[in-house]
């Protein structure tokens, strides 16, 4: 038996890709055939035949980096950010970890929703988008009607979600926002426990950490101040 | 995705699942009712009358 190195999950930032199943959308990793189910947590498998995953030799895991800006334009074109949880094995790296379980802990949907149905084509074909738009149409129309992707995202993971003063998470590329980025990853982790127990105070944190950072990303503000 | 070289591996237990079960966003955690405090016995006397401490007697022109 060996004591724990960490307390408190690991976190850091990751984008999924949309899909569907009958009751709304779902996350999915935009590289590999892995979906996030709904309040349960995705456990690394590695398809090298790894024992347990994250090997240290291998590429195996579930991947999230440390600043949002790593990730490169072609993955945050058409995805959802947000920043996960990473527990159980997790193998550190320079700039981010491979961790063996995860679930998202905040998410942030480009605005408005339409833009994310329309899934700019990025990095994807035209058939995969045009299969994207058909999933998220359709996850749209059976999780009720008037309710938004933020709200169907919202009811199934049962974390926050907030939407982005710009019509693509790679907005963050060209914004000074690495500090303002990093306390909300801070705030998602440490503040977890006493939110869960319906600590208002906590919530409120977290809340000011996001709102922080939408400002510091909405195109019709000054840039903040270095 | 290169995340740079590994640095080291960690073991990691979260006190709290990171997975909500219920209790978010409107309704908190359910927590256990408390343990009913004791009570006297029935037909047991009344404890008599705590004493407070001795106060200490002043000690002057030392």
């Known amino acids: 038996m ?8 690991v976190g850091g930032w990751r984008v999924w890709r949309l899909g569907a199943d009958d009751d709304g959308p779902v996350l999915e990793s935009p590289l590999a055939a892995a979906s996030w189910t ?7 498998v590695c398809h090298r035949g790894c024992g347990d995953a994250p090997a240290w030799g291998c590429s195996c895991g579930l991947y999230a980096v440390d600043d949002p800006r790593r990730l490169v334009g072609g993955l945050l074109h058409h995805g959802i950010l947000g920043c996960t949880a990473l527990w159980g094995r997790v193998v550190e790296h320079g700039d981010g970890w491979r961790g063996e379980h995860s679930y998202p802990l905040v998410l942030f949907v480009p605005s408005p929703d339409d833009e994310v149905l329309g899934v700019p084509v990025g990095a994807l074909t035209v058939e995969q988008a045009r299969r994207a738009v058909l999933r998220a149409a359709r996850a749209r129309r059976v999780s009720g009607l008037g309710e938004t992707l933020g709200d169907a995202l919202r009811r199934r993971y049962a974390v926050p979600v907030h939407v982005l003063p710009v ?27 006493a939110r869960r127990l319906g600590d208002r105070v906590a919530a409120a944190r977290l809340d000011r950490a996001v709102d922080r950072l939408l400002e510091g990303l909405r195109p019709d503000l000054p840039p903040l101040p270095a | ?32 009712e408390p343990r009913p405090r004791p009570t006297p016995r029935r037909g047991a006397g009344v404890p008599p009358a705590r004493r407070g401490r001795p ?4 000690i002057t022109g030392a």
Not at chain 1, 2 to 9: E, G, R, S
Not at chain 1, 173 to 184: M, P
């Open chain 1, 167 to 193: 019509s693509s998470p790679g907005a963050f590329a060209g914004h000074a926002v690495g500090a303002l980025a990093g306390r909300v990853r801070d705030e998602c982790v440490r503040g977890l426990a």
């Open chain 2, 55 to 58: 106060r200490p007697t002043p």
């Open chain 2, 1 to 32: 995705m290169y995340l740079g070289e590994p640095v080291r591996v960690l073991h990691v237990e979260p006190v709290v699942s990171p997975v909500p079960d219920g209790d978010f966003p409107e309704v908190a955690a359910a927590l256990p």
């Open chain 1, 38 to 44: 709904p309040r349960t947590a995705v456990t690394a």
């Open chain 1, 2 to 9: 060996t004591a724990p190195d960490l307390a408190t999950p």
